[in-house]
């Protein structure tokens, strides 16, 4: 009560009577079943909670998927927890992850936003977070030629190289330069994969581009600032006015100023990258990028143009790096599974380049990765989805208004 009464602005005393005034209504409400969970035929069990906040309070760690394979432990694959006013049902194993994407995917197909993660994508203008339909088919099959498929990856290799390359001859370097100083891997890769998915995405190994807005050249570092480490920092910005729609009517400035300025500094950034790139084009200058594909294919308006070819950006730069740095960090912590990894890429590579092509024939490589995105995923909690219509998920009902964690 007092953090709510804290977020008004100064002299709201009739807002923060209106508070009170909400808060006892709905804890009223609550003991009369006119809100919170309703009784269901073979609902799934529920996780205890507190009035009003529900399981909040227990999702204080860093890693809530943690807390959810404890608490899977005890009510088993299916759950329910609840989230301020939000009913929340927690699938917890492949079998049942499998029956809902598949058997009853008609059902809930429909994603969940946080309002930071709404402004953010552009109300869902993106694959990852668009909801089931003509413009999800659309975009998916998108990407997939041009950038994900076997045949896309293929056309990247040459640029995989490269920066494989440029990583080696930078550590060699500082290795020669200062032997007993640790080696800043994080940096190095970051740099090397921001320009890959440049590269990726635009065409080009932008090294800095010119606003129009800003009335300046922004470098490289300023690029990825704009486009991906503010972004990435605003998409896990909590407005506690997701957890208590019906308290959405009191501002929460200092959220929205966060959200909208980060958003909008990406928008400009990565139109004046567009744009660049697009005058390159009409020179008739093409090349192998996503930009070149989806503005070849012509069926995009220049929001959702924009909105996807940021994606490529932050999805090939941010996660990418993180999941990298967990398998090194643990690698480094088992030498003996180090030199196991390190024998078998001898065996079936010898002095050869690492490729796609040799992933199977590289099973502990590939278990390395599987293990270290089961024990540090870079995106431990996707955004959930909603069940808009009611559906039977492990033997379990689930009413329609409920959303869906995997």
Known sequence: MESLVAALPAGGAAAAAAVGGLV??????????LVGPKKHLNAPPAVPGLPMIGNLHQLKEKKPHQTFTKWAEIYGPLYTIRTGASSVVVLNSAQVAKE????????ISTRKLSKALS???????MVATSDYGDFHKMVKRYVMTSMLGTSAQKQFRDTRNM??????????????????SPLNFREVFKN??????????????????YVEEYGKVIS????????????MMCAIEVDWRDFFPYLSWIPNRSFETR?????????????????QQKIRIARGETRISYLDFLLAE?????????????????????????????AMYEIAKHPEKQEYLYQEIQKVCGNKTVTEDHLPELPYLNAVFHETLRRHSPVPLVPPRFVHENTNLAGYEVPAGTEVKF
């Open 119 to 125: 402004v953010l994508t552009r109300d869902k203008t």
């Open 100 to 107: 809902a994407m598949i058997a009853k995917f008609s059902s």
């Open 298 to 326: 012509n069926t995009l308006t220049d929001e959702q143009l924009l909105m996807l070819v940021w994606e490529a950006v932050i999805e090939a730069a941010d996660t990418t790096l993180v999941t990298t740095e967990w």
């Open 220 to 231: 490289q570092e300023e690029i990825y600032q704009a486009t991906v480490a503010d972004m």
């Open 259 to 275: 959200v909208l300025t980060t958003e909008a500094r990406r928008t400009t950034v990565m139109q004046a990258l567009i744009n």
């Open 192 to 209: 090397e994969l921001f320009r890959l998915s440049l590269i990726q995405a635009l065409g080009e190994d932008v090294s800095s581009v």
């Open 24 to 33: 006892a209504a709905a804890a009223l409400a609550g003991k009369a079943g």
């Open 163 to 180: 920066m494989v390359d440029n990583m080696l001859n930078t550590f060699h370097t500082l290795l020669t330069d200062d032997p007993n």
